[in-house]
């Protein structure tokens, strides 16, 4: 059995103030950040890993879509 994963929870306002401290977060410590709009969990911020491991567990395939310059 694996140690449970940290999970913050916070307003996407919160987190916007201070994006770096999510982005640490997932990618050095694999704590996720769970964003909230009206007490409503609404998107969350994990680190690539986890991402790409959730990916192939589901059997999804990534399409990547070209940015505007």
């Known amino acids: 059995m694996t140690a449970p994963k940290k999970e913050h929870q916070e307003k996407i306002a919160v987190v ?26 609404v998107a969350v911020i994990v680190g690539m890993d986890f991402y790409e491991r959730a990916l192939e567990a589901l059997g999804e395939e990534r399409i990547l879509v070209e940015q505007d310059s």
Do not use: Q
Not at 18 to 27: N, P, T
């Open 16 to 41: 916007r103030n201070s994006l770096a401290d999510a982005i640490e977060r997932a990618r050095y410590y694999d704590e996720t950040t769970v964003m909230t709009s009206r007490g409503k969990r």
